[in-house]
């Protein structure tokens, strides 16, 4: 995800650190990279010369160019303005407290991943203490009510078909079912086409106002780029919804279409999809996706993961980590589980440069990278991965010859392995003053 516009922009930042003073010629370059980058991703081109114009005219007073470190300055400014963009805060999903049950509608092109939406919100408002119930509305996707059916029993949410009866009245129907199974929310899945057409945004009219839900939201498939926006724009015009459920965001999404879809339509991502499974759905955070982005990693997200690990050894193993700091081992293990798509996997591509270590997302993890780094730490000693400060000169070379690698390559590795650490002795610092606040780290 964002892999290359991840590099491209952490480029940029490395030139201008490795920079004293910044002149105004400096901070033009920077912005012509970003804006290069961004448009590369595919980002809407109006909304890069706003997002790039803003930037620059934050970084180009005397209060950033004259300051003590103003290339720190530089990537706080892009780091707040991405947030921005990318919606500012959380934007959460509103139900009415005092209706039982709560509908939910999700709308989309097919294929855009809706019908795994549907589950996988289910899934998520189960584990926030809900009672799902998902009603299979798209009568006209040949199998869309089995697949629904299929995985709703795989997480154990009922699923309310309706056979042979019109969407608008399997909707009407599973609000009453609803109410007989005592469940407190129907997630109602609806028709797709694989083009807006005017039947499919009229079923979605009726049936929005027959059960007239308390969020509609729209699912829409990250690999679409900014084209994004065009379906976004109509569907918002003919529709109307709440918010969008990003989907697919784990596969080479350039990113233009999450990064322009708030700006350009004012909606809100509300949701992202980062995978098949029903348990990859995420509650959009705009200031962590942003770090990440900007390679920073992802703090609130390496602890939600860590929280929720149902392996007792992985969750121990986590708590280790960001109680006692990062060893060799842990990263080891760490890349291990990532072969295995064990839960510690998902941690290492938060950390600090965590995606650009992989190669890849962590799912499509660079086999090759990851057979290298585990050479290089079998050829450590035991003493030195449990305390890689004490690899100094002689030992990198010991390391590079004993695992056929360069001294650079072994330098690079430790050079990740600090940046990763100093990010969990942050953490750490800051859970035990109980002071969480990201934008300090
Ligand atoms: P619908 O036609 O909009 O209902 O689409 P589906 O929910 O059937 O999804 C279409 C395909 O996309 C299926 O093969 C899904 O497994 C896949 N898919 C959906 N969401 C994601 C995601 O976030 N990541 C990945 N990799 N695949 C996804």
Request: hydrophobic share 40%; charged share 30%; net charge neutral.
């Given at each position: ?14 030139k ?144 309310f ?52 839900p ?62 098949e ?5 995420e ?7 942003a770090?990440r ?60 440069g965590?995606?650009?270590l ?44 004993g ?32 002071n ?6």
């Amino acid at each position: 995800m964002f892999n290359s516009l991840s590099d491209r922009l952490q480029g940029t930042f490395d030139k201008l650190r490795g920079k004293g003073r910044l002149t105004e010629d400096d901070i033009n370059v920077a912005m012509r990279e970003i804006r290069l980058a961004l448009l590369e991703a595919d980002v809407n081109f109006k909304v890069v010369k706003r997002f790039v114009a803003s930037c620059k005219e934050r970084c180009m007073t005397s209060e950033v160019l004259d300051s003590l470190t103003p290339s720190q300055n530089v990537v706080r400014i892009v780091l707040e303005e991405l947030t921005e963009l990318l919606g500012g805060t959380e934007s959460k999903l509103t139900m009415a407290q005092n209706r039982t049950p709560n509908v939910i509608m999700l709308v989309g092109l097919q294929g855009s991943g809706k019908t795994t939406a549907c589950v996988k919100l289910a899934y998520l408002l189960r584990k926030q203490g809900r009672n799902p119930l998902l009603a299979a509305c798209d009568v006209y996707r040949p199998a869309a009510a089995d697949q629904l059916e299929t995985l709703g029993k795989e997480i154990g949410v009922p699923v309310f078909r309706g056979d042979g009866q019109h969407p608008v009245q399997i909707a009407k129907d599973s609000v009453q079912e609803a109410v007989d199974k005592l469940c407190d929310v129907v997630i109602v899945d609806t028709a797709g086409r694989l083009q807006i057409d005017e039947f499919m945004m009229q079923e979605a009219v009726d049936i929005k106002s027959a059960v007239r839900p308390d969020q509609v939201l729209m699912v829409v498939d990250a690999m679409t780029g900014q084209d994004i926006v065009n379906v976004v724009t109509e569907f918002a015009e003919r529709t109307d919804f709440d918010g969008v459920i990003m989907s697919k965001l784990d596969g080479d999404a350039r990113g233009g279409g999450a990064l322009s879809v708030r700006e350009v339509t004012g909606k809100p991502i509300k949701f992202v999809s980062m995978g098949e499974k029903p348990s990859s759905l995420e509650v959009f955070h705009p200031d962590r996706m942003a770090r990440r982005i900007l390679g920073m990693g992802d703090m609130y997200g390496i602890i939600d993961a860590a929280q929720e690990m149902a392996d007792e050894e992985q969750a121990r193993k986590a708590e280790k980590m960001l109680m006692q700091g990062l060893t060799m081992d842990d990263m080891l293990d760490q890349l291990q589980s990532i072969r295995k798509m064990g839960g510690l996997g998902k941690i290492i591509s938060m950390l600090p440069g965590g995606d650009k270590l992989l190669g890849e997302t962590p799912e499509a993890a660079d086999e090759k990278q990851l057979v290298r780094i585990e050479a290089m730490i079998r050829s450590m000693t035991q003493e030195e991965r449990d305390k890689p400060k004490i690899i100094n000169g002689m030992r990198r070379q010991r390391i590079a010859r004993g695992s056929g690698h360069t001294v650079q390559e072994v330098n690079a590795l430790i050079k990740q392995w600090d940046e990763m650490n100093k990010m969990m002795g942050k953490m750490r610092s800051m859970m035990n003053s109980g002071n969480m606040n990201p934008k300090q780290m």
